[in-house]
């Protein structure tokens, strides 16, 4: 996948987790572990849930991120392109 096709596939899982009310932040994590500081995931703050991702990281490891956080939501509610369930189902634990 080339650095376009990892951007636009960003903006499609952007806006699947826009569409279930789950807010994606991009921050620097910095971390004092062996592998260099956590990568991010879905976390709660303040009962709000929120996917955070390494803002430094490459596109496509972004978009890992994001799917995996997102395959632990039912989104039958609303319209997930065929790219996004790919990558979703490709990262999900269940």
Not at 25 to 50: F, I, N, P, V
């Amino acid at each position: 996948m080339n650095g376009i096709e990892a951007q636009n596939l960003l903006r499609l899982l952007e806006d699947t987790a826009r569409g279930i009310g789950v807010p994606i932040r991009y921050e620097s994590l910095d971390g004092d572990d062996e592998t260099g500081g956590s990568r991010g995931g879905l976390c709660k703050l303040r009962g709000q849930e929120m996917i955070i991702v390494e803002r430094r990281l490459p596109p496509i490891d972004q978009c890992t991120i994001i799917a995996e956080a997102l395959g632990t939501f039912d989104l039958s509610s609303i319209f997930v392109s065929p790219q996004v369930r790919q990558i979703v189902e490709k990262n999900s634990n269940f």
